[in-house]
């Protein structure tokens, strides 16, 4: 069982930066895609962005394209979403997931393992 686990949320203003990292319990993650979702309240959960571990290839959504970068840590095993100039409807719980295979999936029922969530909260 591969447990994910993210961290770096918080409440920031609009314009400010985070970063998100979620840490893995595998030794590798080399067969896996990863991505990161979110989940405003009273909506449902939406596709952000995700990666090809081995190869880098990226797929990220239209709402955070220029703002949002996915990359990976091959050393740490770590995958991070760098946010910059957040905008308030950006308030999610992002979520960091994980699927075997070697497509940046947009859809979260293709992913089997899920972090618990980290909570941004972007005032304006």
């Known amino acids: 069982q591969v447990q994910l686990v993210e961290s770096g949320g918080g409440l920031v203003q609009a314009g400010d930066s985070l970063r998100l990292s979620c840490a893995a319990s595998?030794?590798?993650?080399?067969?896996?895609?990863m991505g990161w979702f979110r989940q405003a309240p009273g909506k449902e959960r939406e596709f952000v962005s995700a990666?090809?571990?081995?190869?880098?290839?990226?797929n990220d959504a239209d709402s955070v394209k220029g703002r949002f970068t996915i990359s990976r840590d091959t050393a740490k095993n770590t995958v991070y979403l760098q946010m910059n100039s957040l905008k308030p409807e950006d308030t999610a719980v992002y979520y960091c997931?994980?699927?075997?295979?070697?497509?940046?999936?947009?859809?979260?029922?293709?992913?089997?393992?899920w972090g618990q969530g980290t909570q941004v909260t972007v005032s304006s």
């Open positions: 990666i090809v571990w081995s190869t880098g290839s990226r």
């Open positions: 595998v030794r590798t993650f080399s067969p896996y895609a």
């Open positions: 997931a994980g699927r075997l295979g070697f497509t940046a999936h947009v859809m979260g029922a293709q992913y089997q393992f």
